[in-house]
């Protein structure tokens, strides 16, 4: 076996973003792509002799292809042990456990999470460090430097590794250990709740349904809530982990998660449904007859959490992403918890996490976890709201309605523009920026604006800086507006409006979140002439 020095060039486009590097599979596919990152990351986190990884991914097209590649470069650096999960499998928090639990130098992640898969759909790279969690800007920042100076990489000329074969194989000099996907999590998971209580519910006859979307956590899924907690079987749906999701888009919401939506809301629903995304960090909740919002959901876990045995002892303190409601600020508030806002994306809590000064955080883009590993967790939300009901004995809705008469229900919604072209959202995203220190005082459609401002973070532990993290406008009657552009598209851009209000009269909990925030929405649209800017009549997608 030999190691090969290919001669290359640097090639556009590789800039991390939100959450690694996402493209079109297709570009994945091009000659030298897969490879220049894969050198690029070598050389961002210092070189990777002598470490030990792990590699997984969710199972999406090309997944199994590019493992090989990861796992042949890693040998031509020296890389001395690769664990991986079977198949080239891990779902995100899955890999961050393992990444812990081995004491590993770091991991390596295909996935693009949510977005779709097949041979037409997207493809991504992510590398996480020793803490589990995604590489901090310092260093997707060095790996982005790399990616424009390249000009070889190294990659040993050798055969597959059978990686459905659980064991130890070697390439050249490198150990591949190939492990079980699934065990890891599972026994953490189980150390986390209090899975006798939960069984006992559903001996009880409880119900549940919950949508794997043809992704990752479908073997997790049908190993916790089947074999070990007894949920009736079949209660896991979508099941089989498919290389295209089965067509769909797995993106655990009320759009792309509709069949079960439409289950929870009709007349036989069960009494929990739940979803997950492609690589199962994301999770949906649902209750019999309702929709719980992704911040309503991290705040009730927040005000529930020591419900379950590994919060008993109480909470660190709580985080969320700046986009996201302030109805966790309120249960902080009232447990007297620090509670931070953070820039969209997980990358932004590992340190808070490390700190010890958070146990529990979320963003309103269905990702919730805490300190159990350094990744959202989509099955972890699910436990933790099985174990809460366990114990508490009533329905979501019900639950959910005591909690909104005890801290106000922040009435919230997302508007999503998407493939919007690149400079007619840049250019309106720069003139916004441009009159916000005018904008205090002004009219916003029916509103007027109290506070104009464009978020950035100090983070509190390393002192690090990270700007332009989104448009924030505070406006008379408590509304609130963020406007930023995702960083995980991979087609034009996508303009995410934020849109929030707290109500606190008890009369008025029960709206509909787009008619509660129609003064919002009419004034987001005055700031921002979005419909207007993109010859669109509405949102492509409202969660
Ligand atoms: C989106 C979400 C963000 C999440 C990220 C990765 O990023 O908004 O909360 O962390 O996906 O799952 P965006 O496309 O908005 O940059
Ligand atoms: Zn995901």
Redesign the pocket.
Known sequence: MQIETIATRPIDGQKP???GLRKRVSVFMEPHFLENYVQAVWQGIGGAKGATLVLGGDGRYFNDRAAQVVLRMAAAEGVTKVIVGQNAILSTPAASHLIRSRKATGGIILSA??NPGGPEGDFGLKYNGSNGGPAPESVTEKIFAATKTISEYRILSAHDVDLSAIGTHRMGEMEVEVVDPVTDYAMLMESLFDFDAIAKMFAGGFTMVFDAMHAVTGPYAKAIFEDRLGAAPGSVLNAVPLPDFGGGHPDPNPIWAKDLMDRMMGPHAPDFGAASDGDG??NMILGRGIYVTPSDSLAALAANATLAPAYKGGLKGLAR?MPTSGAVDRVAEKLGLDCYETP???KFFGNLLDAGRITICG???A?TSSDHVREKDGLWAVLLWLNILAEKKQPVAELMADHWKSYGRNYYTRHDYEEVETAIADAMVDEIRGRLDDLPGSAAGPLTVEAADEFAYHDPVDGSVAEQQGLRFQLSGGGRVVI?L????TVGA?V?VYLERLETDPAKLDADPQEALAPIIEAAEALTGLKARTGRTGPDVIT
């Open positions: 973003g939100t959450s999470s949510h960090d994301r992403s969209t994306g997980w963003e309103e883009s990702g930023r995702s960083g995980t598209g996508t995410r």
